[in-house]
C-alpha cells in the first residue's frame, strides 16, 4: 500500500533562517529550496526521509517531535551545542529502552535526539 | 440597483494603491502570504494591512493556522465576492493597459469619474450625484488631473446656465465603452 518515502512539514516564519538551521547546524542536505514561493525541503539522513518547509504568518510550534536516532547522544548534545542549539531537556534516560534530549527549531517546533539501548545498557 | 450605480460602485471597490494588483496576482485557488508578497514587491506591513482591509470588506478569506491541513495550503482564499472583483479587476486592467496613462485605479475616484461620464453624467454636479460621497474638492481635483492627462474633456456651455461640461476624450470613449460591457457581462 505505501511506498518508501516519509515527509514532515511544517510552517516557518522564515524559510531562509529554517533552512540554515537544518543545514548548517544539524548537518542536513538541501532538498530544493524555491525562494519565490517560500518554501524548501531538507533531506534528512534517512533514506526517502524529508523535512519540508513553507513560509507562513501564523506559525503553531509542533508538539509532535520528530526524532533523529544517533549513536552516542551525549556527544550529539555536546556537538549541536557548539553549534548554538539550546536543549529544552537534559538526556533523560528510560532504562533499558533509549535515551532522550529534546531542542527546538527556530520557530519553535520539538525536535529530539534518540539513542536506542539495548537491553544491557 | 440601476447598471450604472452597479459600475460605479466596483470600481469604487476597486480603488486603491495595492486592490488592483493583490487581486490580480492573488492566485484564483487561494494563496499564502510569502509568495504573493513577493510577486507583489510589497513591503510585508503593507501587505498585510491591505489583506486586513479585504478581509474586513469580504473580498478575502483568512484561514486560521489551526485550520490549514498542510503548510503549503493558502492562508487566503477568495470569497464570492473576490472572485467577481478579480474578474472586475482583470476588466479595468486591461482598460488601463489601453489607455496607457498608468494605473488609474491607484487614486479613488478615478474609475468612477470615468465610469459616471460614460454613463452620460456630464455636469459637476451630475457625477457627484452618482458618485454619492466624493467631496467637491477631490472631484474637482481628479477631474483636473484627468482632463490632465486627455482621458476626459471640458467645455464650457452657456445655455441655460454658464457651467462646466464633461466628456470623454475620442481615444477614452471607446475603450470605457468595452469595459462597462465586460463589466455588465460578469453582473449576476
Known amino acids: 500500500m505505501f511506498t518508501s518515502g516519509f515527509t514532515i512539514w511544517y510552517n516557518v ?3 531562509e533562517q529554517t533552512l540554515k538551521f537544518y543545514t548548517e547546524s544539524l548537518g542536513f542536505k538541501l532538498d530544493f529550496h524555491d525562494a519565490d514561493n517560500g518554501m524548501a ?3 534528512t539522513n534517512t533514506p526517502d526521509c524529508f523535512i519540508g ?3 507562513a504568518t501564523d506559525v503553531i510550534p509542533s508538539k ?5 536516532e544517533v549513536t552516542n547522544i551525549e556527544e550529539t548534545v ?3 551545542k ?7 531537556s537534559d538526556v533523560t534516560t528510560i532504562p533499558g529502552l533509549v535515551k532522550l534530549a529534546t531542542f527546538k527549531d527556530p520557530d519553535g517546533h520539538d525536535l529530539e535526539l534518540s539513542q536506542t539501548l539495548n537491553g544491557a545498557e | 440597483m440601476k447598471p450604472e450605480v452597479r459600475i460605479v460602485t466596483i470600481s469604487k471597490q476597486l480603488s486603491g494603491r495595492w486592490t488592483l494588483p493583490i487581486l490580480l496576482h492573488i492566485r484564483t485557488e487561494g494563496d499564502r502570504f510569502s509568495p504573493l508578497q513577493k510577486r507583489l514587491q510589497i513591503s510585508p506591513s503593507r501587505l498585510s494591512s491591505n489583506l486586513q482591509s479585504l478581509i474586513n470588506e469580504g473580498v478575502l478569506h483568512h484561514i486560521r493556522a489551526e485550520d490549514r491541513h498542510h503548510p503549503l495550503f493558502p492562508e487566503y482564499t477568495l470569497t464570492d465576492k473576490g472572485r467577481f472583483l478579480k474578474e472586475a479587476a482583470h476588466i479595468l486592467s486591461a482598460s488601463e493597459q489601453q489607455l496607457n496613462v498608468g494605473s488609474l485605479s491607484q487614486k479613488a475616484w478615478n474609475w468612477p469619474i470615468l465610469m459616471a461620464i460614460h454613463h452620460h453624467c ?3 454636479n451630475e457625477i457627484r450625484g452618482l458618485l454619492h460621497t466624493a467631496t467637491p474638492r477631490i472631484l474637482s481635483t481628479r477631474l483636473q488631473e484627468l482632463k490632465e492627462i486627455n482621458i476626459v474633456s471640458k467645455t464650457v456651455v452657456l445655455h441655460p446656465t454658464p457651467a462646466s461640461s464633461y466628456t470623454l476624450s475620442q481615444e477614452a470613449a471607446p475603450i470605457l465603452r468595452t469595459a462597462n460591457e465586460d463589466l455588465l457581462s460578469i453582473i449576476d
Not at chain 1, 509532535?64 to 533523529?68: C, G, L, N, R, Y
Not at chain 1, 557548539?82 to 529544552?88: K, P
Open chain 1, 41 to 43: 525541503s531538507v533531506h
Open chain 1, 78 to 80: 555536546l556537538k549541536l
Open chain 2, 122 to 124: 456630464s455636469r459637476f
Open chain 1, 53 to 55: 518547509f513553507s513560509e
Open chain 1, 82 to 88: 557548539e553549534t548554538g542549539i539550546s536543549f529544552t
Open chain 1, 64 to 68: 509532535a517531535s520528530a526524532v533523529f
Open chain 1, 13 to 15: 516564519t522564515n524559510v
